[in-house]
């Protein structure tokens, strides 16, 4: 899911991309849905462009100008499984399921060009991308750290193998927290790409799958378990 502003956007596996009015969060209200043709894992809207990770159907881009008639502008196939997208600059990042990780450029919406495919060992489940760097949870061979500053040569610089699924990862300075399913959530220190070093390991009483980051707190989607706020949250100061 993607918000902006009082509206939301939501990649539902099953059934396309639904895009909701907030203005009155306890009662959200269903502007349209738009069926994407595949089974969407992630979405990012900037300029009233949707990017969709739409599994195996690649990348799908729509204009939202109009929320309520949302219109497709291009398509882009992928290899693997488009899963989570992420915008840096003019530079759309996917991680690829069965398939690593994918740079687009996006200047042109309408007409994106493929830039660079790169290849992991694992299955990448997610990304994000900051200075120049984009981290990368693959599955059982962890967290990657590539050089992507010259996004059509991108290039592994570090890893962090702690064994398990690693599914999510976010990024706070030099923090960097990873979702290990069976194995809790681990705090990183990523102040050298190169080598990363663990801070902390939080158990969770699920399996922890997704994050988010909000104001110091930490928000760990545990499967079966729930939503949790693990106790410990390590300051980047």
Do not use: C
Not at 40 to 67: E, F, S, T
Not at 207 to 218: F, S, T, V
């Amino acid at each position: 899911m993607y918000i902006e502003g009082a509206t939301a956007y939501v990649a539902d596996w099953f059934s396309g991309l639904h895009i909701y009015d907030l203005t009155e969060p306890a009662r959200p209200a269903l502007l349209s849905s738009f069926h994407t043709g595949g089974s969407p894992k992630g979405v990012v809207v900037r300029d009233d462009v949707a990017y969709v990770a739409d599994d195996d159907h690649g990348l799908l881009i729509l204009d939202v100008a109009d929320p309520r008639r949302p219109r497709e502008l291009a398509r882009l196939p992928t290899p693997g499984l488009a899963y989570t997208p992420v915008l840096d600059g003019d530079r759309l990042y996917l991680a690829v399921h069965h398939g690593g990780v994918v740079v687009v450029d996006v200047r042109e919406p309408g007409a994106p060009v493929l830039l660079a495919h790169y290849e992991t060992p694992g299955k990448a489940w997610s990304l994000r991308v900051q200075d120049g760097l984009a981290y990368v949870a693959d599955d059982d061979t962890g967290l990657l750290i590539l050089d992507v500053r010259d996004p059509a040569e991108p290039g592994l610089l570090g890893r962090y193998e702690p064994g398990g699924q690693m599914e999510e990862v976010v990024i706070d300075g030099r923090l960097a927290y990873v979702a290990l399913y069976q194995h809790g959530v681990h705090v990183l220190d990523v102040s050298d790409p190169a080598s990363p070093t663990l801070l902390a390991r939080v158990a969770t009483p699920g399996n922890a799958r997704g994050l988010a980051l909000r104001e110091g707190l930490l928000y760990v989607a545990d499967w079966l378990a729930g939503v949790n706020r693990p106790a410990i949250v390590v300051s980047h100061s």
